[in-house]
């Protein structure tokens, strides 16, 4: 079974601020490892996926996420916070099949 | 090439009524998948289809709700006497080749109200 836990609902950065937004999964085989991003009325779009080639995974919008075995994680950053960036992320495992597990999602706010 | 498409994007049923809600995926996708986003939490998987196939329907509640992809047309999400439960944001997913090696594209989804 998969399954995975995105620590912290809210997370507010000032804008040029370091975003971090933490993702940790659970899944009994290897993993396939995505970031979405939600924006107010409108579907999910993917940032970024991660399928077991380099553990530093670089998507759109200038975010990256880091496949960490050791700690089961998969944090999503950017080194620098847009007012654009202020959106609904979600995290989502997938290991065999064609399910996906969504995490509860966390809403980033990005303050002038 | 146009994205996923749904319609309509709002729907407002009352207690007892039928929904029926409409997926047109990706032009050359045969995959599609229907989602369920409660509010405050993240997308539930109902059903996987391919063209006249269901493929997995693991995530769908046994009564009420039914799926189809047919060899024309685009996909169906049906739920029949529905709820107040039922109230949430549907989404529509489409990949051109299986998950999940593949990417799946997202419509903007179906905000269903039940009055």
Not at chain 1, 44 to 66: C, D, M, P, R, W
Request: charged share 20%; net charge positive; glycine share 8%.
């Amino acid at each position: 079974a998969q399954s995975v836990t995105q620590l912290g609902s809210h997370v507010s950065v000032s804008e040029g601020a370091l975003v971090l937004l933490r993702c940790n999964y659970s899944s009994s085989v290897p993993p396939y490892l995505f970031w979405y991003v939600q924006y107010p009325n409108q579907g999910l779009q993917l940032l970024l996926k991660y399928t077991s080639a380099a553990t530093l995974v670089k998507g759109i919008n200038g975010f990256e996420a880091e496949f960490k075995k050791s700690e089961t994680s998969f944090h999503l950053t950017k080194p620098s916070a847009h007012m654009r960036d202020a959106a609904e992320y979600f995290c989502a495992v997938s290991a065999t099949g064609n399910q996906f597990y969504f995490g509860t999602g966390t809403s980033l706010t990005v303050i002038p | 090439n146009a994205g996923v498409m749904q319609n309509p994007r709002h729907l407002v049923r009352r207690r007892g009524q039928e929904a029926r809600l409409r997926c047109s995926p990706m032009k050359g996708h045969s995959h599609v998948y229907w989602y369920r986003q409660l509010p405050e939490e993240g997308l539930k998987f109902m059903v996987y289809l391919q063209k006249e196939n269901i493929i997995d329907e693991s995530g769908m509640p046994k009564e009420r709700f039914s799926a189809e992809f047919p060899k024309e047309g685009p996909s169906i999400l049906r739920i029949q006497q529905v709820v107040r439960g039922d109230s949430a944001a549907y989404f529509c997913a489409s990949s051109q080749g299986a998950l999940p090696a593949d990417t799946q594209y997202f419509g903007p989804g179906t905000r269903l109200t039940v009055l």
